[in-house]
Nanobody, 122 residues
Framework: QVQLVESGGGLVQAGGSLRLSCGASRRTFRMGWFRQAPGKERECVAALSYSGGDIYYADSVKGRFTISRDNAKNTVYLQMNSLKPEDTAVYYC??????????????????WGQGTQVTVSS
């Protein structure tokens, strides 16, 4: 079993920044950040391979969000800049302990964090 603990969500004004962190209780391979807004499906906003060499960003966050990881700390980060009201959602950290290659499909991750609320006011 792997526990994922997220932190860093909150309320911010449009144009502001937040940094999400997700610590895993043991080593994980591919990791990603997903979000789900009310009435919408969960979507992958950023993901990366175990090595960090392959990275994906959703078009809606390219140039504003940066995903990174520190494998020594079993931690993945999501730096979110120039936040917009449409970024408001519950953000979930996801991890897979079986495969190293990047994936943007939620079904490819076998562990999930509890979610952290990000609210961007206009």
């Amino acid at each position: 079993q792997v526990q994922l603990v997220e932190s860093g969500g909150g309320l911010v004004q449009a144009g502001g920044s937040l940094r999400l962190s997700c610590g895993a209780s043991r080593r994980t391979f591919r990791m990603g950040w997903f979000r789900q807004a009310p009435g919408k499906e969960r979507e992958c906003v950023a993901a990366l391979s175990y090595s960090g060499g392959d990275i994906y960003y959703a078009d809606s966050v390219k140039g504003r969000f940066t995903i990174s990881r520190d494998n020594a700390k079993n931690t993945v980060y999501l730096q979110m800049n120039s936040l917009k009201p449409e970024d408001t959602a519950v953000y979930y950290c996801a991890a897979d302990t079986l495969r190293r290659h990047l994936s943007i499909l939620s079904a490819d991750y076998n562990y999930w964090g509890q979610g952290t609320q990000v609210t961007v006011s206009s």
